[in-house]
């Protein structure tokens, strides 16, 4: 399988998961985290990059801290939109882009937006 079809695997998996709890109550993110080490799709035979391991822990961390806030600013009648940049250069950015250029180089290229400089 694909890293991008055990990505998608992930998501539809981690979305359950996240259907199934209450983000303001203080087990959640426990419960969260012991039902998401049971997930097929997230067994170290599945993940074998650390690259996409690094990755899938980083969109479990956005989407946990998406599903609070929104209940949390929901509830204050809150609508909120964001435009994601693409790649923002931070140390360790900018570290991954001199060890892998090439690959950098494809996901700034693939970015709509341009820099204002």
Same mark, same amino acid.
């Given at each position: 399988?694909?890293?991008? *079809?055990?990505?998608?695997?992930? %998501?539809? $998996? %981690?979305? !359950?998961? !996240? ?5 303001? $109550?203080? /087990?959640?993110?426990? @419960?969260? @985290?012991?039902?998401?080490?049971? %997930? &097929?799709?997230? /067994? &170290? ?14 969109? !479990?961390?956005?989407? =946990? ?8 600013? *929901? $509830?204050? *009648? !809150? ?5 994601? &940049? ?9 570290? $991954? ?5 090439? *690959?950098? =180089? ?5 970015? &709509?937006?341009?820099? /204002?400089?």
């Amino acid at each position: 399988m694909s890293e991008s *079809g055990l990505f998608d695997d992930y %998501l539809k $998996e %981690l979305h !359950a998961v !996240a259907r199934q709890g209450d983000a303001r $109550e203080e /087990s959640f993110y426990p @419960a969260l @985290a012991d039902m998401l080490k049971d %997930l &097929p799709c997230l /067994s &170290p035979d599945r993940i074998t990059n650390s690259g996409t391991a690094y990755i899938v822990s980083k969109k !479990a961390n956005h989407l =946990q801290v998406q599903y609070a806030a929104a209940h949390e600013w *929901g $509830e204050r *009648g !809150a609508r909120i939109n964001t435009i994601s &940049p693409g790649v923002i250069v931070t140390p360790l950015a900018y570290d $991954e882009f001199n060890a892998n250029v090439a *690959g950098y =180089q494809r996901m700034i290229d693939a970015t &709509p937006m341009r820099s /204002s400089r």
